[in-house]
């Protein structure tokens, strides 16, 4: 009986690591879900109009820029 309750417990803990496992395989979407809800300023106020598309726009001008800088980098050290 007792070890049943082993097994059990063992099979249960196998059966979180592998689902905890398989949200982490999921890295790269999760990450772009993370990123989407990031700039769609679901973290904002929400019945607050005004600073909700205050920070999306922010967000979205702040990624833009950072791009913008990344390609320029980028072309600056091709160049030499």
């Known amino acids: 009986m007792a070890d049943d309750r082993e097994r059990l417990a063992e099979s249960r803990q196998i059966l979180d690591r592998v689902e905890r496992e398989a949200d982490a395989s999921g890295l790269l979407g999760g990450a772009a879900r993370r990123t989407g809800a990031r700039l769609a300023a679901q973290d904002?106020?929400?019945?607050?109009?005004?600073?909700?598309?205050?920070?999306?726009?922010?967000?979205?001008?702040?990624?833009?820029i950072t791009l913008g800088l990344f390609v320029w980098l980028v072309l600056y050290l091709l160049r030499g």
């Open 44 to 64: 904002a106020d929400q019945e607050d109009r005004i600073e909700l598309w205050g920070t999306r726009i922010g967000r979205v001008l702040g990624l833009v």
